[in-house]
Nanobody, 123 residues
Framework: QVQLVESGGGSVQAGGSLRLSCAASGYYDSTYSMGWFRQAPGNDREGVAVINSNGWASYADSVKGRFTISRDNAKNTLYLQMNSLKLEDTAKYYC?????????????????WGQGTQVTVSS
């Protein structure tokens, strides 16, 4: 099993920044692909950004140029730097991981999920 614990969520005004972190433990290693997903009330869970073991990343169009996904394999930690936050970024953000090389933001490819951290952007 792989355990994922997110942190760093909170409330911020539009235009502000937040950095989310996800600490991985258990049967996890640096070859895993990881990603950030989000879900707002009434919406499906959508892929925000994913990164594979080689550092290749994919972003949703809605966050390109504003969000940056990165990973520190020495610390088994995934990050999401979110800048220029908009009201529509308000959601619960989930960290996900899966073994192998995944280059897709399709949620079905990810086997392990954290409990999520809330991000609220206000005007």
């Amino acid at each position: 099993q792989v355990q994922l614990v997110e942190s760093g969520g909170g409330s911020v005004q539009a235009g502000g920044s937040l950095r989310l972190s996800c600490a991985a433990s258990g049967y996890y290693d640096s070859t895993y692909s990881m990603g950030w997903f989000r879900q707002a009330p009434g919406n499906d869970r959508e892929g925000v950004a994913v990164i594979n073991s080689n550092g290749w990343a994919s972003y949703a169009d809605s966050v390109k140029g504003r969000f940056t996904i990165s990973r520190d394999n020495a610390k088994n930690t995934l990050y999401l730097q979110m800048n220029s936050l908009k009201l529509e970024d308000t959601a619960k953000y989930y960290c996900a991981a899966t073994s192998g090389d995944v280059c897709s933001r399709y949620r079905g490819y990810f086997a392990y999920w954290g409990q999520g951290t809330q991000v609220t952007v206000s005007s």
